[in-house]
C-alpha cells in the first residue's frame, strides 16, 4: 500500500483541481456556439404584476438631456443615478425618486466617449456596492475597443442637497468583440450571483449578447464571449435585479421580461418565452433599473422632440 499512496495523493489533488476548475454558476455553455433565442413574437403575454406608469416629474436638472443609463443607489434607494451619453461631461448626475435635483458627481480618471448604459452590483471587494458604466456605443462603427468604467458606489446615504462632489478610484475594463467587429450596444447588466457583465447590442439584425466573465481584468484588452443572439433588435436599455432573479430588456416600445429560476444562467433564463412589462413609450426611452427592493422598476427618455424627461415609475402589485 505504501508504494502506491503517492500515485494515490497525486490522483486525488488532480481530482481536487479538475473538480473546482469549472464553477456551477459557469456551466458548460462556454464551450457551446452561441444560442439563437426563439420566441413566438405575435403572441407574448403581458406581466400582471405591476401597476401602470406613474409619472413622477419632469427632470428638474436641466443640464440632463440625453438621459442613457439608470441605477438605482444601494446607499439611499429613494436617489437615482444617471448619466448622459456621447461627448458630454464624465460625471453621474443624482435625480430623487420625484424627479428633484441632488447634483452630479464627476469622475476622475474617466472620459465620456459615448456612455449608454449602467448598473448598480457586486464587484471585486466583498460587500461593496460598484457602479458599472458602460462605454459601450458606437453609432458609426468606428472604436477598436469598447469600455466599462467600474467605481465603488459613493455614499449619498444622507446626501440631502445638492452637490458638486469629485470621484475617484474608478477602474476601467476595456473589451473586443470575439469577431473583431465594431458593433453598437446600449445595454449593460449585471448578475450579482457571478459578477459577470452582460452586453447585448443594438443594431445588428438580432441583437447579440454578450459576457465579461467575472474577474474582469482591468489591465489588458480582454474579449468578451457570444452567448446568443435575441429575435429582435434595437435593444436599449437593461437591467438584472438586485436578488439576481429578474431580468429586463427594454427596445422602443417594449420591455421583456424573464424570471429567472434559482440556479439558472441569464441564459439558460433567456430561453423561454418572454413576458411584457407594462411601458409608456417615450420619445426617446433608453434607460431602466429596478429598485433594489423589488418593488417596481424606473424609466427615463432622452430629451427629444421638445419633450422634457419624465422620470415613470411602474409599481409592483
Not at 287 to 293: F, H, K, R, S
Amino acid at each position: 500500500m505504501t508504494r502506491f499512496l503517492p500515485l494515490l495523493i497525486l490522483l486525488f489533488v488532480f481530482c481536487i483541481a479538475y473538480g473546482c476548475s469549472r464553477s456551477p454558476c459557469e456551466p458548460e455553455s462556454r464551450s457551446r456556439e452561441p444560442l439563437s433565442y426563439e420566441y413566438d413574437m405575435e403572441n407574448l403575454e403581458y406581466h400582471t404584476g405591476f401597476h401602470e406608469s406613474e409619472a413622477r416629474g419632469v427632470l428638474e436638472n436641466e443640464e440632463i438631456v440625453e438621459a442613457s443609463g439608470l441605477a438605482v443607489s444601494r446607499s439611499n434607494p429613494r436617489l437615482i443615478w444617471t448619466h448622459n451619453d456621447s461627448g458630454h461631461q464624465n460625471r453621474l448626475f443624482v435625480v430623487g425618486e420625484n424627479a428633484e435635483n441632488y447634483g452630479e458627481f464627476i469622475i476622475r480618471g474617466a472620459f465620456n466617449r459615448d456612455w449608454e448604459d449602467m448598473a448598480a452590483g457586486p464587484g471585486p471587494e466583498e460587500g461593496v456596492t460598484y457602479l458599472y458604466i458602460g462605454e459601450i456605443g458606437d453609432n458609426l462603427a468606428q472604436y477598436k475597443y469598447m469600455s466599462i468604467y467600474r467605481l465603488p458606489e459613493p455614499d449619498i446615504s444622507g446626501l440631502d442637497t445638492v452637490t458638486r462632489t469629485l470621484v475617484e478610484g474608478v477602474e476601467r475594463i476595456d473589451y473586443v468583440y470575439p469577431d473583431g467587429e465594431s458593433r453598437d450596444a446600449e445595454t449593460l447588466m449585471v448578475d450579482p450571483f457571478t459578477r459577470d457583465i452582460y452586453i447585448v447590442t443594438k443594431r445588428d439584425e438580432r441583437s447579440i449578447i454578450y459576457v465579461a466573465r467575472y474577474p474582469q481584468d482591468t489591465q489588458s484588452v480582454i474579449t468578451i464571449e457570444k452567448i446568443g443572439y435575441f429575435p429582435f433588435n434595437r435593444a436599449l436599455a437593461g437591467d438584472i435585479s438586485a436578488d439576481g432573479l429578474e431580468i429586463a430588456v427594454k427596445t422602443d416600445e417594449r420591455i421583456y421580461y424573464w424570471k429567472r429560476e434559482a440556479g439558472e444562467t441569464v441564459g439558460e433564463a433567456l430561453k423561454r418565452q418572454p413576458l411584457l412589462l407594462p411601458y409608456t413609450i417615450e420619445p426617446q426611452g433608453e434607460a431602466i433599473a429596478w429598485m433594489p427592493d423589488g418593488s417596481g422598476y424606473y424609466t427615463l427618455s432622452e430629451k427629444a422632440g421638445g419633450v422634457d424627461p419624465v422620470l415613470y415609475f411602474y409599481r409592483r402589485k
